[in-house]
């Protein structure tokens, strides 16, 4: 899924390097909008496989019923995860540990949006 958005996302923005009028720049622009929502998403898909023990379908549905329900503490998280990537990879002890660290990170803020979520109701 990741590996055709991303061939999605690079088609278009070839198209657009290649043509160069306002609709290809429209039409990258739209399409880089539409990518970057779906990776959006699915933050929350491999914690909850590992936790919950729910298949791959199941997990994509929630992880973007998730992310909906509570829009901002998502994206916060979303730009966080990218900052601690960012910082981790740059870095010569973090490197080893990016995925490791990554994960816990949307573990802790997966669990903590499921509390959030319950006590709201």
């Known amino acids: 899924m990741y590996a055709t958005s991303t061939l999605i996302l690079i088609s278009s923005l070839w198209y657009y390097i290649n043509i160069k009028s306002t609709y290809s720049f429209i039409f990258?622009?739209?399409?880089?909008?539409i990518v970057l929502f779906l990776f959006f998403t699915q933050i929350y898909t491999i914690p909850l496989m590992v936790n919950y023990n729910l298949n791959l379908?199941?997990?994509i549905?929630?992880?973007a019923i998730l992310t909906l329900?509570?829009?901002l503490f998502s994206l916060s998280v979303f730009l966080e995860l990218i900052f601690i990537s960012i910082l981790l990879t740059f870095s010569v002890v973090g490197l080893p540990l990016l995925f490791s660290v990554t994960f816990i990170f949307i573990k802790f803020c997966?669990?903590?949006?499921i509390e959030?979520?319950?006590i709201s109701e």
């Not at 990258?28 to 909008?33: R, T, V």
């Not at 997966?110 to 949006?113: K, V």
């Open 28 to 33: 990258a622009i739209f399409q880089s909008i």
């Open 69 to 71: 329900s509570d829009i």
């Open 116 to 118: 959030k979520l319950k």
């Open 57 to 59: 379908i199941n997990s």
């Open 61 to 63: 549905k929630a992880s």
């Open 110 to 113: 997966m669990i903590a949006l």
